[in-house]
């Protein structure tokens, strides 16, 4: 099995789509710069979704069009309906996601449809994104836990992964998203999903609220999971997801995996200065 994992960066989305401060659009840039010279592959910077629902995340096209992109790094953006889709694709996003949630509470939360009612919307969003070739990547949220509807069942998300992952996305994101999930409850789910979308199109993005994400990393690195989510500083949060803190930081769980003796690619004093800047921009610091 594969020594290589790949962390894919969510600090300039997951991380500070919950921050209350408006964080000014060039020290999102400047954070994206940085990250650029850190290693990564993937880097999640915009969502385009409405700026009633999150206002932080208003000027994602100016972030697309104003950072240095470098070459080899696909910058992704949330893209939840088609209105997304053609923003998305104005600021010249490398790659869209979908997002839904294998819990009906949050679901309603936070994109104000139900299950079923999201993964219709979400059809057109991968049918137009085929046909440009643009890859999409779907996340299925509160795989262990929902704050509206308590423990999710396993067989549930595996139901809404194997949709995503029929319709055509290309990983499937596995989202802890309040931090409750144990190393026993994330395999337990992970089981179920392998049976319907394989390891090699899996991704792990747990949220640390309980300190337990590098558990479930490691967990979910047992049954072959070799790509993580995480954000710089272990910024973030959803602010549909009641205690949703912050997500796993991005240098612990690179110091993590390069003590298991898995290769990330990173660089980690790029690293550490990202984190500095991601934990600078938090709300607490600037007030
Ligand atoms: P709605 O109110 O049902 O939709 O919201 P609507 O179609 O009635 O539109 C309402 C208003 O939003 C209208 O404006 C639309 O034009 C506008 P108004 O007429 O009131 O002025 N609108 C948009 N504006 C900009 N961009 C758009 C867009 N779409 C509609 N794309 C909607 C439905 C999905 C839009 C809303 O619920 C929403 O934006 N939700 C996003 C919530 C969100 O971003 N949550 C955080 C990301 S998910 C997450 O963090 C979890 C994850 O990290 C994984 C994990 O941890 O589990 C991915
Ligand atoms: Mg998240």
Redesign the pocket.
């Known amino acids: 099995m594969s020594n290589t994992v790949e962390i894919f960066e969510m600090g300039p989305r997951?991380g500070l789509?919950n921050e209350k401060r408006q964080i000014p659009t060039s020290e999102k840039i400047a954070l994206v710069d940085c990250l650029s010279k850190a290693g990564f592959k993937r880097i999640e910077v915009a969502?385009?979704?409405?700026?009633?629902?999150?206002p932080q995340m208003a000027d994602s096209a100016e972030v697309l069009g104003g950072i240095t992109r470098a070459e080899g790094i696909s910058y992704a953006a949330?893209t939840?309906?088609m209105?997304?889709f053609a923003?998305a694709v104005a600021a010249k996003a490398d790659e869209i996601a979908i997002?839904g949630s294998a819990s009906e509470g949050f679901s309603k939360a936070?994109?104000?449809a139900t299950i079923a009612e999201s993964l219709e919307r979400f059809a057109p969003v991968v049918a137009a994104a085929k046909e440009i070739d643009l890859p999409v990547r779907g996340?299925v949220?509160?795989v262990t836990d929902c704050p509206y509807d308590g423990p999710t069942p396993p067989e549930k998300v595996a139901e809404v992964a194997k949709h995503l992952f029929d319709a055509g996305c290309y990983e499937i994101s596995l989202?802890d998203?309040i931090g409750q999930g144990t190393p026993e409850s994330i395999s337990a789910m992970l089981k179920a999903v392998l049976e319907v979308v394989p390891a090699g199109k899996l991704a792990g993005?747990y949220?640390d609220t309980a300190g337990r994400a590098l558990a479930n990393i490691e967990a979910s690195l047992e049954l072959g999971v070799r790509v993580f989510d995480a954000a710089v500083g272990g910024l973030g949060g959803?602010?549909?997801a009641p205690g949703a803190k912050g997500n796993v930081a991005t240098e612990a769980v690179d110091a993590r995996l390069k003590a298991l003796g898995y290769e990330t690619g990173l660089d980690t004093a790029v690293l550490a200065q990202a984190a500095e800047m991601a934990r600078a921009m938090r709300s607490s610091k600037a007030q």
């Open positions: 997951d789509q969502s385009f979704v409405s700026p009633k629902w999150v949330l939840p309906n209105r997304g923003g997002f936070n994109i104000n996340y949220s509160c989202g998203t993005h949220h959803c602010p549909y």
